[in-house]
């Protein structure tokens, strides 16, 4: 039990420096980009990065990570994102042309990327056997608390570096965490506690087939992942929306658009925080159906929002409402996390787990692409009611699939 809190502790520190260093190196990477080019295109393909290569490599992760020791991967995989930091060091310092360095930071983005998917697939894979059961909801929860830190933090740390410290001295700042994390790494024990695990044999292509055949079979864990896409897809309807809304319509200042934007954030941070220390409901689904209506009614405050003629007042309600989108974010995220890390089967969390995390993602760059068209005929006010049209039918779904689904179980 002792040792299992140390496992905690260990765990969710070195995650926390691994993820800010990661998110302020990429935040300067992407202010890099746009002051030596100027282009808005370029900048969006360095965001692409993540979400199409996790899509593209999540079967071969989820085969790798279910078929082979989970400690090792995860050392491999940090000790490469190490050299390959290194790498991106030695070559900025280096008389290179602006296209070289451009081409290097795709690069250097997508062997991170890579690396990255390897080490948490496998990480997340070993959550039953690194901690024992009652630290698994803490493990998830300060996980979230961590990642809400690195949205807040990081952008500030960034936006201090950037212009300011050569971008080579800042890739130093992302090396020592990737070697902070590599050393927790190796202190870890993802064997702690004793899960049977049965070897899997199977071939690369078989192994998709048998994984996808668990998806088909397991109704809970398809109606989560359904509605964490169409939340998602909803979301990033807010996502365009906000800054058009209060900037362009309202007439808001940038920095007030910035302080209402972080409060989603901050309301992560803080439900992250309480979760830990709370016992979660057992029907994942019915708590996560109530969720997303609250976030439909939440969403219906930020349209009306829009129509407020005080540019005071509607800030603070738009602060208010995205320190409740952040708080549901975080509610919505745990049952979902719980699920996938202990009650799928080991041999199976890693194509489980990369195969969700790609899926989820897979609908961002279209909402994107999508609520910007639209943007472009309506007003956000009326984009923001279909965004929570989308979220209600969402969670009402989920409301009146519970009992059916729990039945079949």
Not at 114 to 143: G, I, P
Not at 255 to 267: H, P
Request: net charge positive; aromatic share 8%; hydrophobic share 55%.
């Amino acid at each position: 039990m002792q040792k299992s809190k140390k496992q905690l502790i260990l765990a969710i520190s070195s995650l926390g420096i691994g993820n800010l260093t990661s998110a302020t190196f990429s935040f300067c990477l992407g202010v890099y980009v746009l002051q030596k080019t100027s282009s808005s295109m370029l900048f969006s393909m360095l965001l692409l990065v993540r979400p199409l290569s996790n899509l593209l490599l999540s079967s071969l992760i989820g085969f790798c990570v279910d078929k082979y020791d989970h400690k090792k991967i995860c050392m491999i995989a940090q000790a490469t994102s190490v050299v390959a930091v290194i790498l991106f060091i030695a070559l900025f310092r280096a008389q290179l042309s602006l296209s070289e360095r451009l081409l290097i930071i795709v690069a250097s983005s997508i062997v991170l990327t890579v690396c990255d998917t390897f080490q948490s697939t496998s990480y997340k894979a070993s959550t039953n056997s690194m901690v024992a059961a009652e630290h698994r909801q803490k493990l998830v929860a300060y996980e979230q608390l961590t990642d809400a830190g690195a949205v807040i933090l990081a952008p500030i740390l960034g936006g201090l570096l950037a212009g300011a410290v050569a971008i080579s001295n800042i890739a130093l700042l992302e090396l020592a965490g990737e070697s902070v994390v590599l050393l927790a790494i190796a202190l870890l024990d993802f064997r702690l506690i004793s899960v049977d695990v049965e070897a899997i044999s199977d071939s690369w292509l078989l192994s998709i087939k048998n994984g996808l055949e668990y998806f088909k079979n397991d109704r809970y864990l398809m109606e989560l992942l359904l509605f964490a896409v169409i939340a998602n897809f909803a979301l990033s309807g807010l996502e365009v929306s906000l800054p058009i809304a209060m900037m362009k319509e309202l007439g808001i200042p940038a920095n007030l658009y910035g302080l209402a934007d972080s409060f989603c954030a901050g309301g992560m941070l803080l439900v992250s925080l309480l979760l830990g220390s709370f016992k979660m409901p057992k029907n994942y689904l019915l708590t996560t159906g109530r969720i997303g209506i609250i976030l439909a009614g939440d969403f219906i405050i930020l349209a009306l929002a829009c129509l407020c003629p005080n540019k005071l007042l509607a800030t603070g309600i738009f602060s208010i409402c995205m320190l409740v989108v952040g708080a549901c974010l975080a509610a919505v995220n745990l049952p979902y996390a719980m699920y996938v890390r202990t009650k799928v089967p080991v041999n199976l969390q890693g194509r489980v787990g990369a195969t969700t995390s790609s899926v989820v993602a897979l609908l961002s760059p279209l909402g994107y692409a999508l609520f910007g068209l639209v943007l472009g005929q309506i007003k956000p006010v009326w984009c923001l009611m279909m965004c929570a049209i989308i979220i209600f039918a969402d969670g009402l779904h989920l409301l009146l699939s519970t009992s059916r689904v729990n039945s079949s179980i």
